[in-house]
């Protein structure tokens, strides 16, 4: 997993971020399956399974940003 703050909501960059969150983890929009994080998992194998968000938890503090993976060991 990777996590960093992110910003508040109140951010003036936070419409742009909220879209780009669309984009890079798939949000009710779009799904996941149709997001940037999921376009990698499936052109490397590397990831059973990838998720995350950049406004992960975003209020009047700030959120976080995150993405986790899950792998298995290769035979």
Partial sequence: ???M???KRTD???DALLLFDQLFAG???I???NSRLFAVR???GLFYSIAGSTIA???LQPGL???GTQVTLAN
């Fill in 42 to 44: 499936e052109a490397t």
């Fill in 65 to 67: 940003v995150w993405v």
């Fill in 5 to 7: 703050p992110s910003i």
């Fill in 57 to 59: 938890g975003v209020s």
């Fill in 12 to 14: 003036p960059d936070y």
């Fill in 27 to 29: 949000g009710a929009a």
């Fill in 1 to 3: 997993a990777f996590v």
């Fill in 31 to 33: 799904g996941r399956m």
